[in-house]
């Protein structure tokens, strides 16, 4: 890889196939390298991972970009979250999940030496832009190689694009976030 491309890689936290679609482009067209990371130990079922990764997988092959998959550990995201399993819907729960998610992203992001992580969880309507970027900025306060690309992937009918792109791959489309929680209060 040329240096150039290499010192424009950015790692993009993928929750799903699709809302990463659009920000996969949509950062190719601003001339980075995206590196997915699907990191999701928040998923209730490793049947829902396994489902979700394979839509994920179709994405990154269509737009030819690398995908690194996190094993699946969804005790480490209820050992996270424990004690808030009763909090609403995008309460102390939810930010603690991105928390946890973006923690590992950073980590990966260091690990691998890219400079740059954003995540895909933005283009939800459901999802506190502002809230999200303040957690990923968060972590760059002290470690001041790595930057949050603050990008709110919802712009430019964002969210519609995304949902076009799953369409036309034919990914599969969950109807929750992921959590055993929030899937329990849309029933």
């Known amino acids: 890889m040329e240096q ?8 993009l936290h993928a929750c799903c196939g699709i809302c990463s679609g659009y920000p996969i482009s949509l950062l190719q067209e601003e001339g980075y390298v995206p590196v997915v990371y699907f990191c999701n130990p928040n998923l209730d079922t490793e049947e829902e991972f396994n489902r979700r990764l394979e839509a994920q997988q179709k994405v990154c092959s269509h737009f ?7 094993p699946y550990n969804h005790k480490e ?4 979250v424990k004690g808030l399993e009763n909090e609403p819907e995008r309460g102390a729960r939810c930010d603690k999940c991105i928390k946890l ?3 590992k992203a ?34 760059c306060e002290t470690n001041l190689d790595i930057s949050y690309l603050s990008q709110d992937f919802k712009k430019k009918d964002g969210f519609l694009k995304t949902n076009n792109i799953s369409k036309e791959l034919g990914i599969y489309r969950q109807n929750y976030c992921g959590c055993e929680f929030a899937k329990h209060k849309q029933q």
Do not use: M, W, Y
């Open 106 to 139: 950073f980590q990966k992001a260091k690990e691998l030496g890219i400079k740059q992580f954003t995540t895909s969880l933005v283009i939800s309507p459901h999802k506190n832009f502002q809230k999200i970027s303040q957690i990923g900025e968060s972590f």
């Open 4 to 11: 150039s491309q290499e010192n424009n890689k950015i790692l």
């Open 77 to 80: 995201f209820l050992d996270f």
């Open 64 to 70: 030819g970009v690398e995908l690194i998959v996190e």
């Open 101 to 103: 998610r973006l923690t």
